[in-house]
């Protein structure tokens, strides 16, 4: 089996390649439960959530920018 360790930098991530790296992590834990791999798949997407509401210099989440 392969284990998987991330590090959560606070500073920066790019959403794109984070979601294809998860998208390996979700597959791995749908064919085999772990404990660890689930606590990181709710704290990838509670700050996937939390990341995206965030206002940039483009707009923000409630005007679609």
Known sequence: QCYLIFFFLDFYTWTRDAALVFTSV??????????????????????????????????????GA
């Open 26 to 63: 979700v597959d791995s834990f749908s064919h085999t439960y772990n404990s660890t791999l689930q606590t990181n798949i709710q704290n990838f997407i509670a700050s996937q959530a939390k990341l995206q509401g965030v206002t940039n210099p483009s707009g923000g989440l409630s005007d």
